[in-house]
Structures are given as C-alpha cells and as structure tokens.
C-alpha cells in the first residue's frame, strides 16, 4: 500500500466492508466449492433467496463475485481467488490464536504432577 491515494484507500475500504458482515463470508466460502445457483447458495447458508440475492449484488458490484445466466437461472462463482486466499488467512490466523489462547488457559487447568514419595 505504497502511498496509495485517498480515492484508492476508500475503494479498499469499501472492498473490506462488503466481507465484514457474516453472510457474505458464508456465502464465499460456499462458492469455494464452486459456482451455485441462487437458489443454492440460500439453502447452503440457511438464509432466503431474497436476502442471499442482495448480498450477492453488493459482492458483485464490488467485484467479489461473477454471474453467470444461463437459461432462466443464475449462476454464481468467485470472481478473483484472491478473496478467497485472503479468506483463508485471515480465518487461519484467527484460528492460530483461538488455539494459542486455548494452550494458554490449559496451562492454568492441568493437574500438578503429584511429589509424594519424594521425601
């Protein structure tokens, strides 16, 4: 991010808001299995047509996502892997701390290894 200007900072938060709300992230990572329907995508993420169909226009505007007409369905893929790789690193780096707290708290609950017959 070498001095980029404020124009192209305000498009890369932008880009960053469109992926902080939770459905858009399930709907991501469903499409990275591969292109679904609508239709699909709203029974994956447990969600309606209707709402999964506005989460998808705001992705697509924002370039996150491709759609693809064919017949009279819709079909829906990741538009640039690079969502998807900073999708996973970010979810293994949260991942990598969840577990380092984990091991820090099991530090505090294991059971003293008992010194009697020591003396």
């Known amino acids: ?60 505007q924002h370039g996150l996502i491709t759609r693809e007409s064919r017949g009279n369905s819709a079909y829906y893929s990741i538009a640039d892997p690079t969502v998807h790789a900073l999708c996973e690193l970010v979810c293994g780096s949260i991942v990598r701390r969840y577990d380092q707290a984990l091991n820090e708290r099991a530090a505090f609950t294991e059971p003293r290894s008992s010194k009697a017959g020591t003396r």
Do not use: K, W
């Open 1 to 60: 991010m070498d001095q980029l200007p404020p124009a192209a900072l305000e498009h890369v938060a932008n880009y960053f808001r469109t992926l902080s709300e939770p459905t858009r992230l399930r709907i991501l990572n469903v499409l990275g299995t591969g292109e679904l329907s609508v239709g699909e995508i709203a029974q994956e993420v447990e969600s309606s047509v209707a709402n999964v169909s506005r989460h998808l226009a705001q992705m697509a």
